[in-house]
T-cell receptor
């Protein structure tokens, strides 16, 4: 276990549903990330939060809405998704932005949009 | 041109073989180079971390960085079936963004 947990591990939703992904880190880190991982593609950075402030929104469609209520928790709210949004969504945390700190990943949420 | 290129494989080797995994990159500003291992249904875990050029060894794993050629490698000696996973190269300039390769899927046959 890396100290980063994600729930749910699997999610199937229709295009009209609203759901949320949750990430929690127990490492005392200050920065948290959302990535999208699709088959045979590099990890796509979606959002970065540092001390609960969003520092990066990597041109992500508005149907994905992040929320970081405190430095230990990160949410990704989903609504009116498309089938091409089906992927593994990974959360990562890092002690601080920049420098030599590395990222610790959670196990991911496997999302299927029907 | 992609910032980081990595052959997706799959790469299949017999147990005990030496495995060589590689990535090329285009951004000469990258200073930090990482290899992550990702098992099926798990998130990536950091395997090796190197700053600038040179070699780093950790047990059966050796990471090499050649900045002049913009080329990084991961060698696995005496490969084991438990090494079967997807290996992701990653690199950073030192800011908050890390750029990942697509990953190489490795199978080590017993």
């Amino acid at each position: 276990e890396t100290g980063v947990t994600q729930t749910p591990r699997h999610l199937v939703m229709g295009m009209t549903n609203k759901k949320s992904l949750k990430c929690e880190q127990h490492l005392g880190h200050n920065a948290m990330y959302w990535y999208k991982q699709s088959a045979k593609k590099p990890l796509e950075l979606m959002f970065v939060y540092s001390l609960e402030e969003r520092v990066e929104n990597n041109s992500v469609p508005s149907r994905f809405s992040p929320e970081c209520p405190n430095s230990s928790h990160l949410f990704l709210h989903l609504h009116t998704l498309q089938p091409e949004d089906s992927a593994l969504y990974l959360c990562a945390s890092r002690a601080n932005l920049g420098g030599t700190d590395t990222q610790y990943f959670g196990p991911g949420t496997r999302l299927t949009v029907l | 041109q992609k910032e980081v290129e990595q052959d997706p494989g799959p790469l299949s080797v017999p147990e005990g073989a030496i495995v060589s995994l590689n990535c090329t990159y285009s951004n000469s500003a990258f200073q930090y180079f990482m290899w992550y291992r990702q098992y099926s249904r798990k998130g990536p875990e950091l395997l090796m971390y190197t700053y600038s050029s040179g070699n780093k060894e950790d047990g059966r794993f050796t990471a090499q960085v050649d900045k002049s050629s913009k080329y990084i490698s991961l060698f696995i000696r005496d490969s084991q079936p438990s090494d079967s996973a997807t290996y992701l190269c990653a690199m950073s300039t030192g800011g908050f963004k890390t750029i990942f390769g697509a990953g190489t899927r490795l199978f080590v046959k017993a």
